[in-house]
């Protein structure tokens, strides 16, 4: 069936190092979401991206889109622990119906500080 | 995020009992999703509305029921609990609409249900 797949599903870092998740599909998407989630809490969005190659940035967050579509990945430098929670990204696969927005299984990020 | 509210925020219930969690959000969302949360598996879509009296299955389906009868309500009933059905929930909404793509998500704060 149609799926995101995200890995790793864990990742520890020491406070300063880098940190990329990675997300891979199957099928051509028509766009890709990124979540953080915080312990206890629940999803929250980051960005969406839409166009093949897209390259976009928040503060030490790099969010890049696939020339085609079918993969997308998440950097952070220079980790704080702030960024600790769980990333998700969600993509809608390119001819299905609008609003089947399929998860990955998400990266839990540990931060040493 | 306050403008959509789950409850109860934790439920605890027998197998075989009809249990029914609730969302409410006050946007006017057109979209409404229910998802369940468990480790390992992440975020799998059990149902989702497009509008009131509009609804569609998602992943995982199974033992699951909604309506919309209001924009603003998207109630899911659990018809005959089983113990397989314990996890997080979380009922989200977007703006999205049949001409753009998948607007981001508003999550709920989830409501944890225990099945014993």
């Known amino acids: 069936g149609q799926q995101v797949m995200q890995i790793p599903q864990y990742q520890h870092v020491q406070e300063g190092e880098d940190f990329t998740t990675y997300c891979n599909s199957s099928?051509?998407?028509?766009?890709i979401q990124w979540y953080k989630q915080r312990p206890g809490g629940h999803p929250v969005f980051l960005i969406q991206?839409?166009?093949?190659?897209e390259v976009k940035k928040q503060k030490r967050l790099t969010f890049q889109f696939g020339e085609a579509k079918k993969n997308s990945s998440l950097h952070i430098t220079a980790t704080q622990t702030t960024d600790v929670g769980t990333y998700f990204c969600?993509?809608?696969?390119?001819?299905?119906?609008?609003?089947?927005?399929?998860f990955g299984r998400g990266t839990q990020l540990t931060v040493w500080p | 995020d306050a403008g959509i509210t789950q409850s109860p925020r934790y439920k605890i219930t027998e197998t075989g009992r009809q249990v029914t969690l609730m969302c409410h959000q006050t946007?006017?969302?057109?979209?409404m999703f229910w998802y369940r949360q468990d480790l390992g598996h992440g975020l799998r879509l059990i149902y989702y509305?497009?509008?009131?009296?509009?609804?569609d299955k998602g992943e995982v389906p199974d033992g699951y029921v909604v309506s919309r009868s209001k924009t603003e309500n998207f109630p899911l009933t659990l018809e005959s609990a089983t113990r397989s059905q314990t996890s997080v929930y979380f009922c989200?909404?977007?703006?999205?609409?049949?001409?753009?793509?998948?607007?981001?998500?508003?999550f709920g704060n989830g409501t944890r249900l225990t099945v014993t």
């Open positions: 946007w006017s969302h057109s979209y």
């Open positions: 509305s497009a509008a009131a009296d509009i609804t």
């Open positions: 989200a909404s977007s703006m999205t609409d049949m001409s753009s793509y998948n607007s981001p998500l508003h």
């Open positions: 991206l839409v166009k093949s190659g």
């Open positions: 099928t051509t998407l028509s766009n």
């Open positions: 969600a993509g809608h696969h390119r001819g299905s119906t609008l609003g089947r927005l399929y």
